[in-house]
Nanobody, 121 residues
Framework: QVQLVEFGGGLVQPGGSLRLSCAAS????????MGWYRQAPGKQRELDAT???????NYADSVKYRFTISGDNAKRTVYLQMNNLKREDTAVYYC???????????????WGQGTQVTVSS
């Protein structure tokens, strides 16, 4: 099984910054990509950003130019640097890994427990 542990959430004022991290562990054969998703109250979970093992990134329009995703393949860790945070960024942020486990022949998505980000004055 894959375990994803997230760190870095908290309370920040509008315009402030936070840095999230997520480390994957378990019997992992390979990770194809990792990413961050948000879920605000009453809304569907949605993509913020993803990064592949090769370093290709993808961002939602709402966070482009404000957030930066990066990763460390050796540490199986992904980061999300969040700058110029807005009140509408308030949500639970979930880490996701798309991976193949050593005991499986298929690609599956695995999710962390989430970390709360609250942007408020």
């Amino acid at each position: 099984q894959v375990q994803l542990v997230e760190f870095g959430g908290g309370l920040v004022q509008p315009g402030g910054s936070l840095r999230l991290s997520c480390a994957a562990s378990g019997s992992i054969f390979s990770i194809y990509n990792m990413g961050w998703y948000r879920q605000a109250p009453g809304k569907q979970r949605e993509l913020d950003a993803t990064i592949t093992s090769g370093g290709s990134t993808n961002y939602a329009d709402s966070v482009k130019y404000r957030f930066t995703i990066s990763g460390d393949n050796a540490k199986r860790t992904v980061y999300l640097q969040m700058n110029n945070l807005k009140r509408e960024d308030t949500a639970v942020y979930y880490c996701k890994a798309r991976a193949v486990l050593t005991a499986r022949d298929r690609i599956d998505d695995y999710w962390g427990q989430g970390t709360q980000v609250t942007v408020s004055s």
